[in-house]
């Protein structure tokens, strides 16, 4: 978009662009791998007269910013980065995309260009093609980068779409601690970058619709523009053969279980294999030889190489005895299989008090960040994206079963804050609707009120006997509750209070019909006992905290 036509009230500096003879130059650094070279020359120039808001920004070409993207997470210049030089580079091009996304902004730096997947969009000679919007491929211009990391080795070559990238790398924070920094970074600036983008949109959007005249003109104008954000392209080139919706919750929610890390698998060549720390070998003394005086040193000594030594050591090895070792029979390897319990595995993970199954606390709030970011998407382009219906009964099908401490860290309004407080409501709410019994809904308002609450939710227990369900139920009002109270939408009272104590009394007594305990279930329902007790303790607290106070006594 043209920066002379932006709004006044655009946050971000005026553009103009690199001078031919700085991108060469800049170009030639890249091709002859001197990263940190090209990165800090473009890192002056985009942060070169910071201090007068007037003065335009250099905008980095788009092509150096996919470039950039890519020595973020590359293995070359991470974890098998051969020189200090390369794992500097890493970080340069990480405050380079987040100085270029603060400073420009998303739509003057041409993100939407610089961050596109060409995994499926190559011809067969290689040349790279841009899919128009009807579907037809038109061939792209001619790439101003000639090296690995700008065509073959690239992040948006590698990676089979957005998604590939988000479920990857959620999968290498429960299983690959040594590569989930590096993701976690590119993940942070790339919701940085998102969110930039829709609001920038969205502004442009507000701009528009104070023009009374033209209403159906505006309208597809700003459909346009919220259709071309990152996110809503990056939705609709998703991959694979099943629904686009589905694939994208599973990238959220990877949680490195075979069936994630078979559909998301690791994005650049042998990524896993990390750089072998080099031994220093012992030199061997140095001896002055004069053969005229005869002196030869060590040469005359027996002295054996490393390849010789082993050779030696093999030989000997041969030479001794060794002990025949009996194989495992068949009925040994397979012994006890029989006598577990098929729901083992479920159970231990709804109870598991581990919350790294889904990752640390930093891979939680990004993946609520996304849930967040698409929700925001749903509401205001319903048509294009997904009906926020849709949504969020997706949010409840991959939340609902999650182990405990994580579905209270998704539902607790306390925990993580990346959710609105209507959308939190919202997820609460649909989640009450899918777990609460069956009964006829009394109260027939739209939005979650006190009094909703009060007649349908709280005075009732789970639909199953099972301890876990009723223990999220009441994880799921205590959060409600929480949220209401936040709002100023909670007022305490004898009804509030009965219903809270009829609920905490209805789910205790469910969970005690719960007849099917077996071996492997009694730590899964212990486990569910102490998060119903504990969360039955917080609600009756949280009444107490809001009843009025009572009148003295006289």
Known sequence: ????????????????????????????????????HGLNLLLSLVSSGSATPDAPVPSPPPEFLAVAATIVVHPSTTTRAKSADNKQAANIALQLLRLTNSLVGPLAANFDAAF???????????????????????????EALNFELAHRGALWSRAEDFWH????????????????PRWRLLLEFLCEALEADWRERMRLVVELERDPEGETAVR???ERILCGSLIYQ???????????????????????????????REVFHKELLERKEETAKPRKREVNVNIDEEIYGDYLEWDVDDDESDSVRN?????LPTRPKRQRTTKARHA????????????????????????DLDSLALRQRFLAIISRVSASIPDHFMSVDRLYLLYVDFIRHLPLPIFQVFVSPSVLCQFSVDAQTTLCEMLLERLCESRKPTCREPYLTQDKLELDFLPYAASTSDTIDNARMSILLESVLRLLAASGLLQGGPSLKEAVEM??????????????????????????????????????CLVERVAPPEPPVE
């Open 1 to 36: 978009m043209d920066t002379q036509a932006r709004p006044s009230r655009s946050k971000y500096r005026p553009t103009k662009q690199l001078s031919f003879e700085l991108r060469e130059h800049c170009g030639v650094y890249f091709e002859e791998q001197l990263y940190c």
């Open 116 to 142: 596109t997947f060409t995994h499926f969009t190559k011809s067969r000679s290689g040349a790279r093609r841009a899919v128009a919007d009807d579907g037809a491929e038109k061939p792209m211009e001619k």
């Open 165 to 180: 990238v988000v479920g990857w790398a959620f999968n290498c924070a429960v299983l690959h601690p040594s590569r989930w």
């Open 220 to 222: 597809a104008e700003c």
């Open 234 to 264: 990056y939705y609709k080139a998703t991959s694979g053969v099943s629904s686009p919706d589905r694939r994208m919750m599973r990238a959220i929610f990877a949680d490195g279980t075979p069936g994630s890390t078979s559909e998301f």
């Open 315 to 319: 030989e000997l090895r041969e030479t």
């Open 336 to 359: 006890g299989n029989d006598d577990v319990d098929k729901n083992y595995d479920l159970l231990n993970r709804a109870c598991s008090e581990n919350l790294t199954m889904l990752g």
């Open 503 to 540: 609920g905490i009394e209805a789910r205790a007594e469910k969970a005690l019909k719960d007849t099917k305990i077996g071996q492997s279930k009694m730590k899964a329902e212990e486990f569910g006992w102490t998060w119903l007790i504990e969360s039955g303790e917080r609600l009756t």
